[in-house]
């Protein structure tokens, strides 16, 4: 595992192949990713995930579309994209996050793993630095609770 | 700043560590505490600890002050800001997708009308 990676991981009581529709239709994706998403599961296609502050009907102004491209489709088993490049340049692993999807089919039902590495080549933009300084307004305090949730939750556990 | 930790790659590596992690969170409970206080509360050994301790020793998230012939360390809270921010807040992300992609997934199973 790479220093600057994330990996969690829950297990779903659904057959690998409804976990692997909820993951990459984008109707589906949608419900719990993005506001809106345009993209096709299959390896090499391009496409946007739309986040609407305003809500879906709400002003455009205010959205926020971030570039995904999708690097495999292997049905039932794996699903992987990289995310947050700018826009307009292919991505790579100097300008953008990847994300590792695993299905791994169990008696119980269906376990989802997810990997996102590469996340200090996407905290310089400006968007996040916003976001930073405006989350340690509110203090050590808050932060230090979430470390502690973090920390505390079980190894490899997913369920909050 | 977040640009910080791209630049301290040794920062990353000390908190990517999930042991070290509960380290930190132990240390983080008790506010100061020594090797054998910390190895009491953890399935490691105290060897284990001291270990772990050095490395967040040496990228500065913990501090050690010699009290007679023990070491007492304390977590260096503007440090370990730097280091898990970022990460911090992508691991609570997925948290929160996954248990959506649950729910999706589970309910969908159920309409489907199939056990598991």
């Known amino acids: ?160 | 700043m977040a640009t910080a930790v791209a630049a301290d790659d040794a920062l990353w590596a000390a908190v990517a560590d999930p042991t070290r992690r509960r380290v930190l969170d132990a240390l983080l409970e008790h506010g100061e505490a020594t090797t054998t206080t910390l190895a009491q509360g953890l399935p490691v050994t105290r060897q284990a600890v001291a270990k772990h301790l050095a490395v967040l020793n040496r990228v500065g998230l913990v501090a050690g002050r010699r009290r007679g012939r023990e070491v007492r360390y304390t977590v260096r809270p503007e440090r370990l800001d730097d280091a898990t921010e970022a990460m911090v807040r992508v691991a609570a992300q997925w948290d929160g997708r996954l248990a959506r992609i649950k729910r999706l997934a589970e309910s969908a199973q159920a309409e489907a009308g199939i056990d598991f």
């Not at chain 1, 994330?6 to 529709?21: C, G, K, T």
């Not at chain 1, 419900?31 to 455009?60: I, M, N």
């Not at chain 1, 794996?78 to 008696?107: K, M, Q, T, Y």
């Not at chain 1, 310089?124 to 973090?150: I, N, P, Q, T, V």
């Open chain 1, 1 to 160: 595992m790479a220093a600057d990676s994330v990996e969690r991981e829950i297990l779903i009581e659904a057959s690998p192949e409804v976990v692997w529709n909820v993951i990459t239709e984008p109707e589906q994706i949608s419900r719990w990713f993005s506001d809106d998403a345009e993209v096709e599961g299959r390896a090499g296609a391009d496409g946007t995930l739309t986040w609407s502050p305003g809500g879906r009907g709400g002003d455009k102004e205010f959205d926020a579309i971030v570039p995904i491209r999708v690097v495999e489709a292997e049905p039932f088993r794996r699903f992987s994209f990289r995310w947050n490049h700018p826009e307009g340049a292919g991505p790579d692993e100097n300008n953008s996050a990847l994300v590792e999807f695993s299905l791994i089919e169990e008696v119980d039902g269906t376990r989802l793993r997810v990997v996102e590495s590469g996340i200090d080549a996407v905290t310089h933009d400006e968007e996040d630095k916003a976001r930073y300084l405006e989350e340690h307004e509110h203090g050590w305090e808050k932060h230090l609770g979430e470390m502690l949730d973090y920390v505390a939750s079980k190894p490899r556990g997913a369920t909050r």
